[in-house]
């Protein structure tokens, strides 16, 4: 089940569920799915902020999700809401993420990804999907929604995140206190603006893209782990041909 999402606030200032429709495509092989997930460092991303980079909440932790647009980068809040942290970046390091999309993107408001279950093209082992369902109690703080923050999606039952989440695109201050923040955009802004100018057509309450923004792959690294640049590069090389591999699959089997 994918969490309900907010809304932009209306003149009544009512707020919303959240809601997402999915459907749950057919896989791509399981062995392809499992390379995507690797270790090595932090892509050249253009238009770093050193605003996000800064945030006093941040952990070493950062997570690259990289798109059929550009790679969007960004570290947790573990002091903030540290169950939620452990439990993204559990679905991180399990490879949950891959072949997933950003399934709505409002311009100066939000871009959210899909919950994993359903969301994602490949299918998932019984360690991914056991995480992939777990709900986790909801963490909400005084820090605010501004641009660039990651947030949990979540039906009307305060503790039912699971995997989706949106990064904000602006400022979204009827938020504030209602939904979990664990994160945010370290770098990769350049992307987010790409996402923001792509063709859109509105569903109910949802603003969504015409073409699938796929996840393609995703990795993980540690700023305070000093790394080996010749191993990294292997790492991060394999990576690239894991992707290009999925792609060569999905277009013979599923196109």
């Not at 270790?39 to 605003?51: D, E, F, R």
């Not at 969301?119 to 995480?131: D, S, T």
């Not at 603003?207 to 796929?214: A, C, F, G, H, S």
């Amino acid at each position: 089940m994918t969490p309900l999402d907010y809304s932009k606030p209306e003149r009544t200032h009512k707020k919303k569920k959240r809601g997402v429709k999915e459907t749950k495509m057919a896989g791509l092989l399981r062995h392809v799915a499992a390379a995507l997930l690797c270790l090595v460092p932090p892509a050249s991303l253009a238009g770093a902020s050193t605003y996000y980079a800064s945030d006093p909440n941040l952990g070493s932790a950062r997570v690259v999700f990289q798109t059929n647009h550009g790679d969007i980068e960004f570290g947790f809040f573990p002091h903030v809401a540290p169950k939620t942290v452990e439990h993204i970046y559990k679905l991180v390091r399990l490879g949950c993420y891959n072949t997933n999309h950003f399934f709505r993107v409002d311009k100066g408001f939000v871009a959210q990804v899909a919950a994993v279950v359903g969301g994602r093209k490949a299918p998932m082992n019984e360690e991914q999907e056991q995480q992939a369902e777990k709900s986790i109690v909801g963490e909400f703080s005084t820090v605010k929604h501004v641009r660039g923050i990651l947030s949990m999606g979540r039906y009307s039952d305060p503790d039912s995140a699971s995997s989706s989440f949106s990064i904000l695109l602006g400022d979204a201050p009827h938020l504030d206190g209602q939904y979990a923040v664990f994160g945010r955009v370290t770098k990769g802004d350049d992307t987010l603006r790409k996402l923001e100018r792509l063709p859109t057509h509105k569903e109910g309450i949802f603003v969504m893209p015409l073409e699938r923004i796929e996840i393609l792959s995703t990795y993980y690294y540690d700023i305070e782990v000093e790394g080996c640049e010749t191993e990294k590069s292997i790492l991060k090389r394999r990576l690239s041909e894991s992707a290009s591999e999925v792609e060569r699959w999905r277009r013979k089997c599923f196109v």
